[in-house]
T-cell receptor, first 108, second 114 residues
């Protein structure tokens, strides 16, 4: 069973701080990795995708991938209360596998 | 253009009944996916269509679940002899081409089996 693991949280950070979300995956053949944000009662929406080792930045978000360690992370700079949501990590290898999500709470 | 749409938004049924859930993907997207999500968990993959054919149905939990996409656009997820454990949010997503590309999710159908 291919798995994606995340700390369920909640992760609480003060407004303006950096939030760091982590994810590990078991399928070494995974090729593509995604971070989705899901507000309570809503469907997931894509934040970032990453395919190569290293960092990828998009505005306040930075995704980091380390295939040797089978590790993906998402950094959110200057966290805002509106960033409070569940963040889902997903990996595509043999098929698409989502992690259980990490709940982030940004405190004003 | 419009995003992924799903109908109904909510469905309440009784144990043992048959239900159909509909998904209308983004126009031009050839790939379509069905997931189900239980409270506090991430989406669980059910099935993936590439065009009209099911490219991967390994996530369907048992033979009570079936999905079709006869014309390569709209898809219907069919659940026979529903059980209380089938209660979940059923999410549909589409992507422009193959699996591994960005998926855009619909609002989901919340199914409650009494």
């Amino acid at each position: 069973q291919k798995e994606v693991e995340q700390n369920s949280g909640p992760l609480s950070v003060p407004e303006g701080a950096i939030a760091s979300l982590n994810c590990t995956y078991s399928d070494r053949g995974s090729q593509s990795f995604f971070w989705y944000r899901q507000y309570s009662g809503k469907s997931p929406e894509l934040i970032m995708s990453i395919y190569s080792n290293g960092d990828k930045e998009d505005g306040r978000f930075t995704a980091q991938l380390n295939k040797a360690s089978q590790y993906v992370s998402l950094l959110i700079r200057d966290s805002q209360p509106s960033d409070s949501a569940t963040y889902l990590c997903a990996a595509y290898g043999q098929n698409f596998v989502f992690g259980p999500g990490t709940r982030l709470s940004v405190l004003p | 253009g419009a995003g992924v749409s799903q109908t109904p938004s909510n469905k309440v049924t009784e144990k043992g009944k048959y239900v159909e859930l509909r998904c209308d993907p983004i126009s031009g997207h050839t790939a379509l996916y069905w997931y189900r999500q239980s409270l506090g968990q991430g989406p669980e993959f059910l099935i993936y269509f590439q065009g009209t054919g099911a490219a991967d149905d390994s996530g369907l939990p048992n033979d009570r679940f079936f999905a079709v996409r006869p014309e390569g656009s709209v898809s219907t997820l069919k659940i026979q002899r529903t059980e209380r454990g089938d209660s979940a949010v059923y999410l549909c997503a589409s992507s422009l081409a193959g699996i591994g590309e960005t998926q855009y999710f619909g609002p989901g159908t919340r199914l409650l089996v009494l």
